[in-house]
C-alpha cells in the first residue's frame, strides 16, 4: 500500500527538482524586464505637530527630526546654500543610508 500511494501522489525528486528550477528561473525573467526600480529618494516623510506646537519629521534616523515653524522657515530659506555645502564637503560627510 506504501508503495501504490508513492506511485500515484508523489512526484519523484528529479522531475520535481528540474521543474522547480525551470519555474523559478522563468520566474525571475519576468521579474526582471518588468520590475521598475524606484529611487530611494522618492518617499514621503510623516510629519505632525507636537505637544508644544513644533514640526516633527519622522523617517529620518531614529529619533524625529523637530523645529519650530521658524526654525523650519529659516532652514528653507537657506536650502541652496545648505546643498553647496554638502557638495562642497562631499568628501568629508558621511552617508548613513
Not at 23 to 50: D, G, Q, Y
Request: glycine residues 4%; positive net charge; without cysteine.
Amino acid at each position: 500500500m506504501d508503495q501504490q500511494f508513492r506511485s500515484k501522489h508523489l512526484v519523484s525528486f528529479t522531475q520535481f527538482h528540474s521543474h522547480s528550477f525551470t519555474h523559478l528561473f522563468s520566474e525571475r525573467n519576468n521579474m526582471t524586464t518588468t520590475t521598475t526600480i524606484v529611487p530611494a529618494t522618492v518617499r514621503t516623510l510623516p510629519m505632525k505637530v507636537s505637544l508644544k506646537g513644533a514640526i516633527s519629521i519622522y523617517g529620518l534616523g531614529r529619533f524625529p527630526v523637530t523645529l519650530y515653524s521658524s526654525q523650519m522657515k529659516a532652514l528653507l530659506a537657506n536650502r541652496d546654500a545648505i546643498i553647496k555645502f554638502m557638495e562642497d564637503n562631499s568628501a568629508t560627510l558621511t552617508v548613513k543610508a
